[in-house]
């Protein structure tokens, strides 16, 4: 299961862990989110925007989301053991209402990492500095319908030799969206859908975009990263690269493609 899990993150840029958070924690952040949104769960008259952005919550459920067992194997598998830092709490939560508005903010894009000292902008680069994985943690029922966050299934291997050009300094989203939707736009599409505790674990440079709520009910998700406690390393030695590395280097057609 290992080798498999490996070879689909290595090929589609994202694997998904089904249970991933058990459904206590998932129902206890799910009901925590309700609260912070001041909505009403039984009466959609109180949803008011199509979008709700919630910021960094470290409650119980929300320190306990990042650390089952399930999901640090997963982290160690794919990232490469202590190679990581744990997440006590998770952030940036865009929840989706269904409304009849139609919110601006479905670009295909990648997520910036980092952000360099005295600047106002956020950067990617190469060695995508300090970002680990991209989460998705699911809190509530998503299917097709209930604005599912799009992937460009592969796209992570297009990336790389956009982002290389700018060396360590890297770019910033504004240089990069256009770019990288550009270079994913022959890439299927992929919805991460699933049930509250499932998770998709997926490479940093994986393209994907938002997209609105048709559906009946709001979508809860928190798309924290998972970050790197060391940066990463595109010419080891001793070949030993984590399946992320390896990703990157398959990208600019480093080596063979075990390395």
Not at 48 to 69: C, I
Not at 193 to 206: A, Q
Not at 234 to 244: K, Q, T
């Amino acid at each position: 299961m290992d080798d498999e899990l490996v070879e689909r993150f290595l090929t589609d840029g994202f694997v998904k862990i089904e249970g991933a958070v058990p459904p206590r924690v998932a129902e206890g952040c799910a009901r925590r989110l309700w609260q912070e949104t001041g909505y009403d769960p039984e009466d959609p008259g109180t949803w008011k925007d199509p979008v709700v952005w919630v910021a960094g919550l470290a409650d119980g459920p929300f320190a306990a989301a990042p650390n089952s067992p399930a999901l640090h194997e997963a982290f160690d598998l794919l990232v490469g053991e202590r190679r990581w830092d744990p997440r006590y709490s998770l952030g940036a939560f865009p929840l989706r209402f269904p409304h009849r508005e139609e919110p601006d903010d479905a670009g295909w894009h990648i997520d910036t990492s980092f952000q360099p000292e005295g600047a106002t902008d956020w950067y990617a680069n190469v060695w995508s500095k300090e970002r680990a994985l991209l989460m998705l943690f699911l809190f509530s029922e998503v299917t097709e319908e209930d604005a599912p966050t799009r992937v460009r299934v592969g796209s992570h291997l297009d990336v790389p030799r956009i982002l290389e050009p700018y060396g360590a300094g890297g770019a910033t989203l504004g240089e990069l969206g256009p770019q990288v939707a550009a270079a994913s736009a022959h890439r299927p599409v992929a919805f991460a859908t699933g049930r509250p505790g499932d998770v998709y674990l997926c490479h940093p440079f994986l393209v994907h975009a938002a997209q609105p709520n048709h559906g009946n009910r709001p979508r809860f998700l928190a798309q924290p990263p998972l970050y790197l406690n060391a940066p990463l390393e595109l010419d080891r030695p001793d070949g030993a690269y984590s399946p992320v590395e390896l990703a990157v280097r398959r990208g600019l057609a480093l080596g063979s493609a075990q390395g």
